[in-house]
């Protein structure tokens, strides 16, 4: 079979056993589940996918040795499993599993001895880890076979990813609920996302809260905001001017680039703005900072002197929260709208940039305001 091939019949026998585990030894299944279930790093399952791909593709190889760099007959690239077969097969099934390769990771990258029990690897939860190199060494050591042991990790993360949906839909059936009541005011909204936001690993909020805001007023702005990259794109890789470009509804030319800070930002923000800004054919009106954190007055007066400098750009920093407060109620007639399209945003995002506990703690904190809890 082909690597393609062996995947649908993973696939076919974890749906055939979806709610009994067929592995009857409890250490091995126990491992098995804490390193689907561990959310905390993805990379463990990853890893795990591609040896056991690469072992029941080449029968002979070591599932321990996924770096041609180890050399010998019995060594694999990984890698190669895991980019050229897993991403897609983990998007065509919904899997809860990172989009990304295991192997770019730091614990992962540039390794070139097997990835044997007694060798520990730098990363944390330090357990998944072991556990992962331990499912590799029951599976050299013919303690189970790579297909059932890959049948257990996928069934598991079936049954995740439809736990994860049940609680989704039933969280959105709640708002639906709710639906004819009166309307969150700009301010509930303004403190429901403020809530959002100040919840641990929020950094990508901060470009939906601006994203929605062109999203759900682009016909009175006759103006769009192009997709947004991913989350830990860098923009000298996607050549983009900032987190969210805008342009005309009728031109695809970015006239208004945004970048956003989790932190203050600074002088050398300022710089680094304007060295993109001389490079931007054809030339941007305005490159707006949007921070969560304090504007520095003597910073905001440094973007400002650009103006001439950069013959009619305008740099400006602006408070997220206040940035959002002035929307809502300038397009108060649009305060549902935009909530919706931060909602949708949201929800559409990888659980790598947008976690899904933080996508049902926006749900819950909107069902919440909206009952009046």
Do not use: W
Request: hydrophobic content about 40%; aromatic content about 6%; overall charge negative.
């Amino acid at each position: 079979m082909t690597p393609e091939e062996i995947l649908q019949d993973i696939r076919a026998r974890a749906e055939a056993t979806l709610n009994d585990s067929a592995i009857a030894d409890t250490a091995i299944r126990e491992r098995v589940d804490y390193v689907c279930r561990c959310l905390s790093n993805r990379a463990g399952v990853r890893l795990l996918m591609a040896c056991l791909l690469g072992k029941l593709d080449q029968p002979h190889v070591d599932p321990r040795k996924p770096y041609t760099e180890i050399g010998g007959r019995n060594s694999f690239s990984g890698r190669t499993y895991d980019e050229r077969y897993l991403t897609k097969f983990i998007n065509e099934n919904r899997l809860p599993v990172n989009q990304t390769t295991a192997f770019l990771t730091p614990t992962l990258r540039n390794i070139n001895r097997a990835l044997t029990t007694d060798r520990e690897l730098v990363g944390r939860p330090r357990e998944l880890y072991q556990k992962t190199l331990e499912l590799l060494e029951d599976v050299a050591k013919q303690r189970i076979a790579a297909d059932v042991l890959f049948v257990e990790a996928m069934r598991v993360l079936m049954v995740m990813r439809d736990e994860k949906q049940a609680r989704m839909n039933s969280l959105l059936n709640t708002l639906k609920h709710a639906e004819g009541a009166l309307p969150l005011s700009s301010e509930a909204i303004v403190t429901l996302i403020s809530q959002h936001l100040g919840c641990k690993n929020a950094s990508r909020l901060p470009v939906l809260v601006v994203a929605a805001a062109y999203e759900a007023a682009r016909a009175q702005l006759a103006e769009r905001s192009l997709p947004l990259h991913a989350h830990n794109a860098a923009d000298l890789q996607t050549g983009s001017l900032g987190d969210v470009e805008v342009c005309l509804l009728d031109d695809d030319a970015v006239v208004t680039a945004y970048e956003m800070k989790m932190k203050r930002v600074t002088r050398d923000d300022i710089d680094a703005a304007v060295t993109k800004i001389a490079k931007a054919t054809p030339r941007i009106h305005n490159y707006l900072f949007v921070t969560t954190d304090v504007i520095d007055p003597s910073v905001t007066e440094y973007a400002a002197s650009f103006y001439e400098k950069t013959e009619g750009v305008e740099i400006a920093i602006l408070d997220c929260i206040g940035f959002l407060r002035h929307f809502l109620h300038l397009f108060h007639r649009l305060r549902t709208n935009y909530l919706n399209a931060y909602q949708t945003l949201v929800l559409n995002e990888p659980d790598s940039a947008v976690s899904q506990s933080l996508k049902e703690v926006f749900l819950t904190l909107r069902q919440a305001a909206e009952s009046g809890e």
